[in-house]
C-alpha cells in the first residue's frame, strides 16, 4: 500500500506539471490524438519532470501490483486526483471549496478502508484467451481516439477519458499477466505487448484530453475506466480476494474512493498559463 500510495503522490503531482506544459504547448489540429503534440510539449520543462515523476510512479505502481489486489490498486491510482488538488491548492494558488476538502477526505477514507480489507494478489495465472484480450483492448483504445476528433466535445472528452482509463486498466492487469520477465519467454507473452501498446495510447489520448476539451469529463471518464474494469477482472479473472470477512469493507472502500476522486475530477485540469508563464488560478 505503500508503494500505491507513492505512485499516486508522483502521478497527482506530474498531473500538475504535464498539464499546465501542455496547455502551453502550440495548438495543433485540432483531432482527437495529435501524436505532434509530445514532442512540442517535450519543450517544456515542467513537461520533462512530469515524465520523471511518471516513471518513478509506474515502478512503484508495478511494485504494488506484484503484491496487492488490482482493485486496491486501481483506487489508490484514482486518489492521485486528490494530491493533485492539493498540489494546486499549495502551488498554484487555487482555491479548493469546503465541498472539495471534504472529497479528499472522503478518499483518504475510502483507502483506509481498502488498506484494512485488502487481502493478497490473486494466485490465478491468467489464461492466454485474457492476455490476448488485453492487447486486442489496447489496440481498440489506439482506435477510438483516432476516431475521437470527429465527435462533438463533449463526447470526445468523453471518448478520451474512457479510453485513457482502458489503456492505463490494460496496463494493470497486463502486469499481472506476466510471469517471468526472461528472455526469450516474455517476447512470445502477448501482455508484454498489451502492456507497452496501452500505455503508449493511454498516454497519448490523456495529453490530447490535457490541451483541448472538457477535462473535467475525461478525468472522470478516465477514473471510471482505470478502475472498474481491472477491478472485476482481477477479482473473477485472477483470484483477488479480501481479508476473511471484510469483502463489504473493501467494496465500501473503493466506492468511496472512487465517488470522492469522481469529485475531484476539474483537477484533472489544473490553472493554465498566461502568455508571461505565470499561472491564474482555476475556477468551476
Same mark, same amino acid.
Given at each position: ?20 506544459? +501542455? ?105 492466454? +484467451? ?28 468523453l471518448v478520451l477519458g474512457l479510453g485513457a482509463g482502458f489503456g492505463f486498466g490494460v496496463v494493470e492487469v497486463s502486469v499481472r499477466l506476466i510471469d517471468s520477465v526472461a528472455l526469450p519467454e516474455v517476447l512470445t507473452n502477448p501482455a508484454l505487448y498489451a502492456l507497452l501498446l496501452g500505455g503508449g495510447a493511454a498516454f497519448l489520448l490523456l495529453t490530447s484530453a490535457l490541451q483541448r476539451g472538457s ?70
Amino acid at each position: 500500500m505503500i508503494c500505491a500510495f507513492g505512485s499516486a503522490v508522483c502521478y497527482g503531482t506530474a498531473s500538475v506539471l504535464q498539464a499546465i506544459a +501542455a496547455r502551453a504547448a502550440e495548438p495543433g489540429t485540432g483531432s482527437g490524438v495529435d501524436p505532434a503534440l509530445l514532442i512540442r510539449a517535450l519543450r517544456q520543462w515542467r513537461y520533462i519532470v512530469g515524465l520523471a515523476l511518471d516513471g518513478l510512479g509506474f515502478v512503484l505502481q508495478i511494485i504494488a501490483l506484484r503484491s496487492l489486489p488490482i482493485y486496491a490498486v486501481g483506487a489508490a491510482l484514482a486518489a492521485s486526483l486528490a494530491v493533485t488538488a492539493v498540489v494546486a491548492a499549495r502551488l498554484l494558488d487555487v482555491r479548493l471549496s469546503g465541498i472539495e476538502w471534504g472529497a479528499v477526505a472522503v478518499v483518504c477514507a475510502g483507502l483506509a478502508m481498502l488498506g484494512l480489507a485488502s487481502g493478497e494478489e490473486g494466485d490465478r495465472p491468467g489464461s492466454d +484467451a485474457l492476455r490476448w484480450s488485453m492487447l486486442g483492448v489496447a489496440v481498440a483504445v489506439l482506435l477510438a481516439g483516432a476516431v475521437a476528433g470527429r465527435l462533438p466535445d463533449k463526447a470526445r472528452a468523453l471518448v478520451l477519458g474512457l479510453g485513457a482509463g482502458f489503456g492505463f486498466g490494460v496496463v494493470e492487469v497486463s502486469v499481472r499477466l506476466i510471469d517471468s520477465v526472461a528472455l526469450p519467454e516474455v517476447l512470445t507473452n502477448p501482455a508484454l505487448y498489451a502492456l507497452l501498446l496501452g500505455g503508449g495510447a493511454a498516454f497519448l489520448l490523456l495529453t490530447s484530453a490535457l490541451q483541448r476539451g472538457s477535462v473535467t469529463t475525461a478525468t472522470a471518464g478516465m477514473v471510471l475506466g482505470e478502475t472498474i474494469g481491472p477491478a472485476l477482472v482481477g477479482v473473477v479473472w485472477l483470484g483477488d480476494r479480501t481479508r476473511e470477512g471484510l469483502a463489504w469493507l473493501a467494496v465500501v472502500g473503493f466506492a468511496v474512493a472512487v465517488a470522492g476522486a469522481l469529485a475531484l475530477a476539474r483537477f484533472g485540469e489544473p490553472p493554465s498559463t498566461s502568455p508571461a508563464g505565470t499561472s491564474n488560478p482555476a475556477g468551476d
